[in-house]
Structure formats: structure tokens, C-alpha cells
């Protein structure tokens, strides 16, 4: 099997151009740091060069030994032919931890670098969260929106980064940063997919030149956070049998011809390659108008993933 070529992107305020499919690292149930490891060699082998992770998810570690491995077999001759994105966890999203939680995952990746530095979630998590959903509402609190990105920016300025920028992010506290910040970001990462296609918040980003990458962009079928109704839609299925494609093909293709970028987590050998199978064919016109008519549900809520209080609950009503 060949090595496909991935298009790269520019994308906003980061210094360097961003491959348009990225291989996910969270995973479900946490596979041992071993499987993570080699699911990412292989990927490379297969021609990723953007990989996304977070602090959260326990993966940074394997994608540093990852990384450090493909470089010693020379499967990528030097680090900066790689994308990695990680993001700022929630317990550290106050301004005096911003700078020593990056260095941890710097740590952690066994980088001097990384590409893009995500604020994960619009939330900060008081230090009493030892898991999540969290026991209590008053564990859940707002961001301090200037001082978080005065301290994101200054890991740009450092040099730890070459790109900034958030995720789950909805117009308005888009609105709320972009009032103060001085670099803008460069990307929103959101949940988005043929059943969440995010029509607001992607004419929101793209008047202000903010880049738009999809997660779940499968729906995130088989894992604690997601479901079947991508993977199981009766559309994508029929449009992927008259093109000879699979549903998941039609999704990522489908995202790729909106113009966004695309993470998705594949461990799998063929699944892997089959996902990066997007570029030498495309949608008919009639396929998108059916998929634009899809009825629109959001899969990720805040109110499952951190508990049901007001603040999740104010921030899934936003759009
Ligand atoms: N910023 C944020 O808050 C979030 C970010 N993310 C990021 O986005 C990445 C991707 O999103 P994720 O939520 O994992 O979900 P995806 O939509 O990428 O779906 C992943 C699931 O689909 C399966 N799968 C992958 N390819 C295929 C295929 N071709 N056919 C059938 N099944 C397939 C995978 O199983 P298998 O491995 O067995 O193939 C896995 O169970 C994450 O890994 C993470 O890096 C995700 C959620 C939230
Ligand atoms: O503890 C958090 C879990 O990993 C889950 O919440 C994920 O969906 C996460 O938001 C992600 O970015 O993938």
C-alpha cells in the first residue's frame, strides 16, 4: 500500500501550513501507551504528518515516543515534515499555569515545539475535579478570557508553539477573545459532521478568518463520547454506494469540500488508509444538496461530558 500525499492549508496566525486530515489520538477505552504507539507508526507509514492530541487524553506521551521512533527508522527525516497539535487542559486554563502546562506537553512529546496550542474546552475545572462529569456545579467555572490568551500568546511568542487557538468555542465567547486578543487564533476546533455541520459557526469563523477543523467528524461511533448516526445514515450510505466509496468516505470527503480541516482516529490498519482515501474523487452536486438537508442533531454536550449544570448547559445552547 502507497503513501498518500496530504494537501496542507494555511491557516490564520500559525507560522506554518497544516495538512488537511490529521490522525485523532483519543481513543476509547484508553488503549494500553504500546497500541497508541504503533497505531501512530503506522499511520505514518500511511502518509499522516498531523496528528491531535491533548493533554487529557494520555496520548502525548506514545506520539513523543511515536514521533522520536519514526525519525530513528527515518520514516520522516526531520520533525517539522509533522503537525502536532495539543491542547491546554482545563485544570490549567488560568493565567500563571498556562506557560508550565505547555512545557509539560512539550515534556511529555519530547518536543521543543508544537504546531498548534488549543485551549481544549471554554471552561476552566477547579482543582477538586479529579473526574469528570464533576460531583459539583461549583467545580465548574468561567474562563478568564483575556488573561488565558495573554498567556497563550506568550507561548507563541516563545517560540513553543507556531500556531494558537481554542476549541469548542461557539460566536460568542469567539466574540469574548477576539475583543482583547492581539494574535488572533488561528483555528476553532469543533465537533462537525454531515449530522452537526455547524452552518453558524462556520460563517462566523470564516468572515473572520478563522480556520475550522472537524472532530467526530464520524460521529465518533464506538466511543463513550459519540454514536452510530453518522456511520448509520441512510444518505451517506447511499451516496457512498453509487460513488463505490464508504459512509465514512463520504463524510470526510464531504468535510474536506467545505473547506475545513479534518481529525479523525482510526487505530485500525485499513481504516486508517480507507480515511485517507479522500482526494482523487469528489461529491456530485446533487450528493451535497442531500447531505445540506440532513437533519442536524449535536452529538459532543457539554452537559454528559462535564455534568449538568448551568454553565454546560448555557454553553450547549450556544451556537
Ligand atoms: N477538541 C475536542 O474537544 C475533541 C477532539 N477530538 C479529536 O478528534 C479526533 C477524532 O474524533 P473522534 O471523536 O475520535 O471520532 P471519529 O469521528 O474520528 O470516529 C472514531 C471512531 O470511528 C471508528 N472509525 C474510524 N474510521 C472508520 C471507518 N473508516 N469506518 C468505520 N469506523 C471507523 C474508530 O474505530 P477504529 O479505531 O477501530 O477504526 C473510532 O471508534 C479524536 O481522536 C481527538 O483527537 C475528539 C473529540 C473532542
Ligand atoms: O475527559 C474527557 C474525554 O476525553 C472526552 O471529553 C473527550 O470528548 C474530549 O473532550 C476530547 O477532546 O476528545
Known amino acids: 500500500m502507497g503513501v ?6 494555511s491557516v490564520g496566525s500559525c507560522d506554518r501550513t497544516m495538512p488537511v486530515i490529521g490522525m485523532g489520538t483519543a481513543a476509547y477505552p484508553t488503549p494500553d501507551p504500546d497500541t497508541t504507539k ?9 502518509g499522516y504528518r498531523h496528528f491531535d492530541t491533548a493533554f487529557a487524553y494520555g496520548s502525548e506521551k506514545p506520539l513523543g515516543e511515536a514521533i ?16 502536532i ?3 491546554l487542559w482545563s485544570s490549567f486554563a488560568e493565567k500563571d499555569m498556562i506557560l508550565p502546562a505547555m512545557k509539560m ?3 511529555n512529546l519530547r ?7 488549543l485551549i481544549h474546552w471554554p471552561v476552566r475545572l477547579s482543582k477538586e475535579v479529579k473526574k469528570l462529569p464533576a460531583e459539583k456545579r461549583e467545580y465548574i467555572l468561567p474562563l478568564d478570557m483575556k488573561s488565558v490568551w495573554e498567556a497563550m500568546e506568550e507561548c507563541k511568542n516563545l517560540g513553543l508553539t507556531k500556531g494558537i487557538g ?16 492581539k494574535i488572533p487564533p488561528a483555528v476553532n476546533q469543533v465537533e462537525m459532521n454531515p449530522i452537526w455541520q455547524q452552518k453558524q459557526l462556520r460563517e462566523y469563523c470564516n468572515a473572520k478568518g478563522i480556520h475550522i477543523t472537524a472532530y467526530s467528524p464520524l460521529g465518533a461511533n464506538n466511543t463513550k463520547w459519540g454514536d452510530n448516526r ?8 447511499e451516496i457512498a454506494k453509487a460513488r463505490g466509496k464508504t459512509p465514512a468516505q463520504v463524510s470526510l470527503r464531504w468535510l474536506y469540500e467545505q473547506g475545513v480541516s479534518i481529525v479523525t482516529k482510526s487505530f485500525n490498519k485499513q481504516r486508517m488508509r480507507e480515511n485517507l482515501d479522500i482526494f482523487s474523487w469528489s461529491l456530485t452536486e446533487e450528493d451535497s444538496e442531500r447531505i445540506a438537508q440532513l437533519p442536524q442533531k449535536k452529538g459532543v454536550l457539554f452537559a454528559d461530558v462535564i455534568g449538568p449544570y448551568d454553565i454546560s448547559l448555557e454553553l450547549d445552547a450556544e451556537i
Open 4 to 9: 498518500t500525499q496530504v494537501p496542507e492549508i
Open 38 to 46: 504503533a497505531a501512530i507508526l503506522e499511520a505514518i507509514g500511511a
Open 68 to 83: 522520536a521512533e519514526a525519525l530513528r527508522l527515518g520514516l520522516v527525516k526531520s520533525r517539522d515534515e509533522l503537525f
Open 85 to 87: 497539535t495539543t491542547k
Open 105 to 107: 506537553s512539550l515534556s
Open 111 to 117: 518536543l521543543e515545539y508544537v504546531d498548534m496550542f
Open 166 to 181: 481554542v476549541s469548542n468555542f461557539s460566536c460568542k465567547k469567539m466574540e469574548e477573545l477576539l475583543a482583547t486578543a
Open 230 to 237: 453518522v456511520m448509520e445514515c441512510d444518505v451517506l450510505g
